[in-house]
């Protein structure tokens, strides 16, 4: 199956649990994001992939007006009754995809995209899409987990986040990003990584991970090598993994 329709079906089903989820809705990296960027209130800014709508709405006090788009219909309108029951009226909704978005050239001064390219099949062309949206020194504020750079630790993440979610396309090494941004016309202004904890239960949950697909993940978690399960820091408790830890990186990129 496409990885698109994938991403919509998964999302479009889980849509409301990523509303509500803790780890989207009150992350500390939403707060660095904000502070990261350079805004005086006049700007125009487009949230890629906006999921529940958690980064518009914390830019839409901020800023002239925010665009948020998604690729999913029903994370679109989660998003909507989200952001305007916060009381935002200067946040438009449009359904679009990050790889081929549906903006003229220098429609943006900046583009925001929290936790969602490693689900982008072509991430790539969804950097070349940002840098074709914004306009000249405009800014692109990044937020994705990563993996470290160690091969072993890479296939482990990877693994566990495609059993987690069939429309996990790809976690990318920090110097892969680095490299993808600087190849595409960024120049990186800004960079910070923070550890990332995840509860084992909560995280099957939203995906509404079934019983015996849980199973086979703890079975495999539990069966990795012990650098991997010190390297995540695999909390397990009667044979049931408890909790492990991830990383992610924010990145703030210039357009040249």
Same mark, same amino acid.
């Given at each position: 199956m496409d990885i698109k %329709? *994938?991403?919509? %079906?998964?999302? @479009? %089903? $889980? /849509?409301?649990s990523y509303v509500s989820s803790p780890i989207h809705k009150k992350g500390n990296d939403l707060l660095k994001l904000l502070e990261m960027a350079t805004m005086t209130g006049d700007e125009e800014l487009l *949230? &890629? /992939?906006? @999921? @529940?709508? +958690?980064? /518009?709405n914390a830019f839409a006090n901020s800023v002239k007006i925010v665009t948020a788009m998604d690729l999913t219909p029903e994370m679109l309108k989660a998003a909507e009754r989200f952001i305007l029951g916060n009381g935002h009226q200067n946040v &438009?909704?449009?359904? @679009?995809? /990050? =790889?081929?978005?549906?903006? $003229?050239?220098? $429609?943006? *001064?900046? &583009?925001?995209c929290r936790i969602a390219p490693h +689900? !982008? #099949?072509d991430v790539d062309k969804f950097v070349k899409e940002v840098h074709r949206v914004l306009k000249p020194s405009g800014q692109f504020l990044l937020d994705d987990n990563v993996v470290p750079e160690e091969d072993d630790y890479d296939v482990f993440y990877n693994t566990i986040e495609k059993q987690r979610d069939y429309s996990h396309f790809r976690a990318w090494k920090k110097s892969e990003w680095l490299k993808m941004l600087e190849m595409n016309g960024f120049e990186i202004s800004e960079m910070h990584r923070f550890d990332k904890s !995840?509860?084992? =239960? #909560?995280w099957c949950n939203r995906m509404n991970l079934p019983e015996r697909e849980k199973d086979k993940l703890t079975e495999y978690i539990l069966k990795a090598p012990q650098k991997v399960k010190e390297k995540f820091k695999v909390s397990i408790v009667d044979d049931h993994v408890n909790s492990f830890q991830g990383e992610a990186v924010l990145l703030k990129a210039v357009k040249r």
């Open positions: %329709k *994938d991403v919509q %079906k998964q999302f @479009g %089903k $889980s /849509a409301d *949230d &890629v /992939a906006t @999921g @529940g709508g +958690h980064t /518009a &438009v909704f449009k359904l @679009g995809d /990050a =790889e081929n978005m549906p903006f $003229s050239d220098w $429609s943006f *001064d900046i &583009v925001t +689900h !982008f #099949p !995840f509860q084992f =239960e #909560p």
